[in-house]
């Protein structure tokens, strides 16, 4: 399913790019059954480096670095029927300063009956100036399970700069069409970032989100696995069958750390393979 991003008076000029990838399951094995792409967006060669049985692993490459304002990109995940996929991305999306228009992100992933799907990108960096709208939804289909994330940097602490800009974030979950989780934040200017009800002086935000999670013992299980990262603030709950994981701190890489953690107790518990980390974040 390809989701167009619909022209807005306020989004002008900068890159135009569309990626849209479908999964099928071939011969006990999942493959990437259909690809188009138009613009910086593309994905490195599908592999499998949990064996043919497991998940086929690929990496969403945006050549250019980074978006600026007037930019408009649309990625579209499609896991079909019993496949197996995992998608994350080689570095850190950057979200760099705009001279006044705002560049927009949407990304649609859909999840087919028996389809697994762990979405697991890189963190998100929002520069000083920034002026963007990042947009993701997940369609689960009864029978689908989904892991993902959304890790969020605003500035740059280790260069000194704080955060100022526009930037609107949604992150949605639906099953069957209805809906699950439904979440928008606004980060216009600083006034979030220090509040006792937003940030409370944090700079870095993870969002993770699992589905269909029913057992106690798997909240009790990622509640745990966070008290081995005491540099963090973190609050994991359920409701409706989401497991839902907030995760707050100062370092982008303290943050992922803290999910990928959470990510290792929960892909044994909903998927039933054993956590394998994506060579790439080694790198």
Known sequence: MLVRVRADAEITGGWRAHLSLSFAQQGGRTVLARREHSGPLTVQRPFHPEGPAGACH???????????GGDVLDVAIHAGLDSRVLITTPAA????????????????????????????PQPTIAFAGVHARVATRVDLAPGGRFIGWEILCLGRPDSGERYAGRLGMALELWQDGAP????????????????????RGHCVSGTLLAAPVAAEEILGAVRAAMEAHPGVLAGASTVDGVLALRVL???????????ADAWAVLRPALFGRPALAPRIWAT
């Open 93 to 120: 999306n950057r979200l760099y300063r705009s001279a006044g228009p705002c560049a927009q992100l949407t990304q649609t992933l859909r999840v087919d009956m028996g389809a697994q799907l762990e979405w697991l």
């Open 58 to 68: 690929v990496y969403l490459l945006h050549p250019p670095g980074g978006v600026v």
């Open 249 to 259: 701190g100062f370092q982008a890489e303290t943050v992922q750390r803290a999910l």
């Open 180 to 199: 699950l989780w439904l979440e928008r934040a606004r980060y216009d200017g600083t006034a979030l970032l220090d509040a006792s009800f937003g940030l």
